[in-house]
């Protein structure tokens, strides 16, 4: 039995999987909200002692840098050791991975039905993809051909600087650049970029989330953006899907992903109507043109399934990546 997780500072999502049929095929799952939680092993004791399973192998998608097997969570107190975990699991090895990496991975073994396409184009399917995913935090990763797979390049590309593209771009990042050492990605295209960039527009206009630590502004924002109530709020959400645009068509250009970009994390789904309304696509492809690599040819899907990066740290631990 195989055991994956996708841990972040919002959720810990834990999954059993079982290989049937050459497939993954999910048999138990349970989500923990992580602040609840002193660390990993707790809530992978805590699953295990609900499933009674015996684990062959386990890998896990944790958000921060992995080194060395070994990660600080961002957005969160956890200190994870792949050594340590192993023990705990009476395995030879527990591989962890850059939360990204386990969504890169994930793709590979999603259904069609898993994906809206954004833009169509011309993918090539042994060739580099772009995955990017904004969430509690900012995730990007590279899913580069070998040569006979693909492997997964994990980043920490949300704490790179910020670079406007328009004056309004420019402006905000003023705003940001006065009450902050650094303005990194991060710090708009995320859940807290929200409030970042509403604050922006107009300081006058608040909302009950803004005060009130027990309503996530985000969701607020985005709610009364996508139901038309309120100006500043689809203003904003305007700017930050122009923003993510930009990012991903960046990533695209930097990895030469002619095998797609691919946009996960919760944020997607929740705004998707917003994703496909064709600024999120203008500004990916809004680039100063190169000598062979048409970015107009890349093809563009937002990841609508959420375990994505579960199933993709399973994938990783059964093929032992």
């Known amino acids: 039995m195989i055991l994956g997780g996708d841990i972040g500072g919002t959720k810990a999502n834990l999954g059993l999987f079982d290989v049937q049929g050459g497939a993954l095929t999910r048999v138990a799952h349970k989500r923990y909200v992580s602040a609840e939680h002193a660390g990993l092993r707790e809530v992978v004791a805590d699953f295990l002692?609900?499933?009674?399973?015996?684990?062959?192998?386990?890998?896990?998608?944790?958000?921060?840098?992995?080194?060395?097997?070994?990660?600080?969570?961002?957005?969160?107190p956890w200190l994870v050791d792949g050594a340590q975990m192993a023990e705990f699991l009476s395995l030879s090895r527990v591989h962890l991975l850059n939360d990204l990496q386990a969504t890169a991975y994930g793709i590979g073994v999603l259904a069609p039905a898993d994906l809206e396409t954004l833009a169509s184009g011309d993918a090539i399917s042994k060739a580099t993809r772009a995955v990017i995913a904004a969430g509690t935090g900012l995730g990007e990763s590279v899913l580069f051909w070998d040569g006979t797979q693909h492997l997964a390049m994990p980043s920490e590309a949300g704490h790179s600087d910020f670079a406007p593209s328009t004056d309004q771009q420019a402006d905000l990042w003023k705003f940001l650049k006065a009450r902050n050492k650094f303005v990194f990605q991060e710090l708009i295209l995320s859940g807290r970029g929200f409030q970042h960039i509403h604050a922006f527009l107009n300081p006058s206009v608040k909302h009950p989330g803004f005060d009130d630590h027990t309503i996530d502004p985000a969701v607020e924002i985005t709610q009364l953006a996508l139901a038309g109530q309120c100006p500043v709020c689809v203003s904003t959400l305007d700017l930050w899907i122009e923003i993510y645009g930009s990012e991903a068509g960046n990533?695209?250009?930097?990895?030469?992903?002619?095998?797609?970009?691919?946009?996960?994390?919760?944020?997607?789904?929740k705004v998707l109507p917003k994703l496909k309304d064709g600024r999120f696509v203008a500004a990916a492809r809004a680039k100063a043109k190169t000598g062979g690599f048409a970015i107009e040819t890349v093809p563009i899907s937002v990841v609508l399934d959420e375990e994505c990066p579960l199933k993709g740290a399973a994938y990783a631990a059964w093929k032992g990546l």
């Open 49 to 76: 002692g609900q499933t009674g399973a015996k684990i062959t192998a386990a890998s896990f998608g944790i958000a921060g840098p992995v080194l060395d097997n070994r990660v600080q969570a961002s957005n969160m």
């Open 251 to 269: 990533l695209a250009l930097r990895a030469v992903a002619r095998g797609g970009i691919y946009v996960a994390g919760g944020i997607a789904v």
